[in-house]
């Protein structure tokens, strides 16, 4: 008898049918032998009402009272599907986030997990009851409500396997699992059996949509196998895990893409300003706007250029932000943008070992005539940038190049 | 400073606007000086709304997961409100069943209030905080969501009230307050400045809606003065107290009124049968029916006559169970209804020193004409059953004829 832990996104559960089929799901695995605990989001577009709902209050809603209302959101989907089982005559109870023992702390709306004191779900399992449990939501010590922020849904299902050392984590989604490349855009683009967390996490971070990446370093710092996989069928999807030195054989495991990039370059900062990179990284930093690539260069005329990567619609902000202290930096000092861009990465712990990975991408673009703009380059990841309009042939000729449509074979 | 405790019910904050103006009435107590904590019911309809959802998942859905379900209602108003008067700049946090230390046991969707434990509501009123309180709802020991069933607002109301020691708690409802009769009824009825807990009780079981009985039998538990006063004004309303000597000067405090009713009679019970009524009794009791009036008769040939009054709803279901054991109470045993029946009630303490308060009340239906069917008595009640036809002009009459319409100035 395995103990799995399973989490269905707000779309599983979007409509009083597809709640059935949840159900129906969680008793085929009961009726398998196993012990289930399903981590469960609002149904979706719930969140979005009660925040719109919120928004004709108040239009700067107090984010302890946005964690209130939203959190009813998966209170009343565990309600739901618990009602359903029973249909099934499946034994199952409900469990909020508060009663999960989902202890929590840090900000409102993005609350972050500090412990799981798992007594009462391990009560109820004993008894022999599968658990519904309420996702993206747990409690201060005071009891005070939190919401984990997005993807806590995700996070929450990785907390409750490790609390309760379940045997595997399934993360139900609408796709198959995690693929080499985005299969809309590389039509070749193969579901991997397994990968690494590293490679999932700079996967994540490079622009695919999969998962958070916090929920997958959760996952790595307290050792929970889990499984992305499709709650529309029951094939088998990718297993993310430790590494083990088998994985090594392939220098890259996928391509990531990401859209609506800009560029921003703050030009001519004369190299003896020793403090113009703190400078302007802290502006930035004020004005929330996360940055990506961070490239930084010195001309021949002894001048620097630093460069910047971000999503497009942060463009207008980061401008705003810089302007009042490019003086500070220098009198020749100049902010250039550029919008329209695309982010392409290969990603792959076996590029440690192997050489010429970079080779490899680059002479791929260039025979596809694609002009690089930033490089970046981390152990298992290198990252370029494209015009935004070639992107998608960008990451086919790089997916071809690396045999990526062949790698479950090669394994 | 007073702390006041209020109740709100699921029309006064039945739409965004009424919440504003909920929040306004709230701040304007705060403005004179008060600590408030407001006790909040789900928005009118949503409460049924996720009951129809929990029947399009399951014909006969979990107890347990209807609370679940149903207690994010009043979660959902608390976070409203709590945000309507953050948009007044009133400092207010928003506090649900568990975190107001509201410890239930009990039946699920019918839990009681088994203890308070207002720690954190103190710790909040201490730093200023105005608290909007989830009414309805409490968790039992191991953290459970119970809700308390109907008027289960008011009581988790006089509960708070109870616990932390307010100077009032008022019942906000859209009736200016207790009434000596059903002002739709009777028009010269006149609103009561003062009624005792005892007198509350039994109008409350004979009829009239302002109140559930339970909550008055709290308040009259833990001492707590209440007063029931509309939300849509700010004119006083009737205070519930402890009864004081003074109020005895009245005889009849009030006439409450039901309509819908309908006697079931058990005729020709041989007297020898000493467990007839027992029976009886508890074939009805297994069926779920609340019995009313309960009244029993020996004719003439030694044959007893026992009838009840019900809801007119429930007379199929009496007449289904009585049935199969009329063969048992005796061979010529046999059941006789009537429905069309309505219950006309005299209430008040002062019955207990004042003589002639039966005759004058059937004197006064005499005199209309009207015919008296079952008569029952209490210490400070009388009722009897008329047509239901004539029971607007019995109310009008009786009502009348104890001078109601004057009550106030004779205090």
Known sequence: ?????????????????????????????????????????????????????????????????????????????????????????????????????????GSHTRGRIKSIEPSLMKKYLKEGYALICAGFQGVTEDGIIHTLGRGGSDLSAIAIAAALKADICQILTDVDGVYTCDPRVVKSAVKLNEISYDEMLEMASSGSKVMQSRSVEFAKKFGVVFEVRSSLNHNPGTIVHEEIPSMEAIAVRGVSIERNQARVTVANIPACNSSYAARILTVLAEAEINLDMIVSNV?????????????????????????????????????????????ISVVGIGMRSHTGVAATMFQALADADIK?????????????TVDELVLDRAAQVVHHAFHLDEINRLL
Chains 1, 2 share one sequence.
């Open 299 to 343: 001309a021949h005329d002894g001048l620097v250029r630093q460069s910047f990567t971000m999503h497009m619609s942060d463009l207008g902000r980061a401008q705003a932000a810089l302007k009042p202290v490019l003086k500070e930096l220098g009198p020749e000092t100049r902010i250039e943008t550029e919008a329209g861009l695309g982010k």
């Open 1 to 105: 008898m395995s103990l799995i832990v399973q989490k269905y996104g707000g779309t599983s559960v979007g409509s009083i049918d597809r709640i059935h089929n949840v159900a129906q799901r969680i008793q085929r695995l009961i009726l398998e032998g196993n012990q289930v605990v399903a981590v469960v989001s609002a149904m979706s577009g719930v969140t979005d009402g009660l925040i719109a709902l919120a928004h004709s209050v108040s239009e700067t809603p107090n984010d302890r009272e946005l964690d209130v209302l939203m959190s009813t959101g998966e209170q009343q989907s565990i309600a739901l599907l618990t009602m359903a089982l029973h249909e099934l005559g499946v034994r199952a109870v409900s469990i909020t986030g508060a009663q999960a023992g989902i202890c929590t702390f």
């Open 372 to 384: 690089i703009g930033m490089i970046s380059t981390s152990e298992i990841k290198i990252t370029v």
